[in-house]
């Protein structure tokens, strides 16, 4: 259902209002601006973490920029058996942004999503072992993708302590694991190859953004596989093009799958959400220096995993 145009101006008028707000933290991590999480972020916090799962229930859990919308939407379609565009916003879903009361209300199956680390999800969906998929994208092109949202995004800029300021700027406090939103990459990658290796994660199904690029109907028929849910080769073909990066940020910005709110609170008007959806943009972007800096951080915090990541194609 899509909001009324009440909702949507005042949607409107909360995300202007953000673009100077401080973002809430919780247990060490930055938080997007979202309504649910002030005044009092550890309550909403606390509610996730007792949201009374169903083992019917699948939860897309992935880091910001790492492909959520296009992975959410490919589900989707799975799960209704057919390549037509869903309409509203995956936010509606988003346990951090979502009303924790209403969500528990809502029928099963359901199909939620986050960017929470490991172990801010819903206890008792991880205990009981329920359906995760989760996934994961190379760094440098999420940094990328990241900058450029939050340049755009009143609910993660914050001009009062300029960020996310020059590319440098941004770079650096990644490097330093300031503005560390989720606890930043390396926190949020290296608590999940670590539950997965511990086996306190199960169940889960790994996707990795490039693989997806580069073979998108394989991919498809593994996510199907996951859910045991045959579907066609035909219907396999379809998700992959209207899954397309172009195709989905068509309908998305077009209205096929609803009002477009995001760029009417974009600085450049534009939908943040969707930039290039391509892999190695980040050649475009390190300097020599750069590169070095993040290259030493990541082999710093990712060197107990055995995490492969790919950053070309």
């Not at 329920?130 to 440098?140: D, L």
Request: with cysteine; aromatic share 10%.
């Amino acid at each position: 259902m899509n909001p009324s145009a009440l909702d949507l101006e005042e949607i409107k008028q909360y995300l202007n209002n953000m673009w100077s707000k401080k973002p809430p933290t919780y247990d060490g991590c930055m938080l997007p601006k979202f309504r649910p999480l002030f005044p009092d972020p550890e309550k909403h916090m606390e509610a996730i973490r007792n949201f009374d799962s169903k083992e019917s229930d699948i939860l897309l859990c992935t880091f910001p920029k790492a492909g959520t919308h296009w992975v959410h939407e490919i589900v989707t379609m799975i799960l209704q058996g057919g390549a037509q565009y869903t309409s509203g916003h995956k936010i509606h879903t988003m346990m951090e942004s979502a009303d924790i009361e209403q969500m528990n209300e809502q029928p099963s199956p359901r199909f939620l999503n986050t960017h929470l680390t490991f172990r801010h999800l819903p206890k008792k969906h991880v205990d009981n072992g329920y359906k995760i998929i989760h996934v994961i994208r190379n760094p440098k092109d999420v940094m990328v993708s990241f900058y450029n949202h939050c340049q755009n995004d009143p609910l993660t800029a914050c001009t009062e302590e300029d960020f996310p300021g020059t590319w440098n700027n941004f770079i650096e406090d990644m490097c330093a694991n300031k503005h560390n939103f989720y606890g930043g990459y390396i926190g949020y990658e290296r608590e999940w190859a670590m539950s997965k290796q511990a086996k306190t994660a199960t169940n889960i199904h790994t996707v990795f953004y490039e693989d997806l690029k580069k073979n998108p109907v394989v991919e498809i028929k593994r996510m199907a596989a996951f859910f045991n849910k045959e579907i066609s080769p035909k219907l396999m073909e379809e998700i992959a093009d209207n899954c397309s990066f172009k195709n989905l940020a068509d309908a998305t910005t077009s209205g096929k799958k609803g009002v477009d709110i995001l760029s009417k609170v974009s600085k450049d008007g534009t939908n943040f959400i969707f930039r290039k959806g391509t892999v190695g943009d980040w050649k475009n972007w390190f300097t020599v220096a750069q590169n070095e800096m993040f290259d030493a951080m990541l082999e710093t915090g990712l060197k107990d995993t055995n995490l492969k990541l790919t950053y070309e194609l």
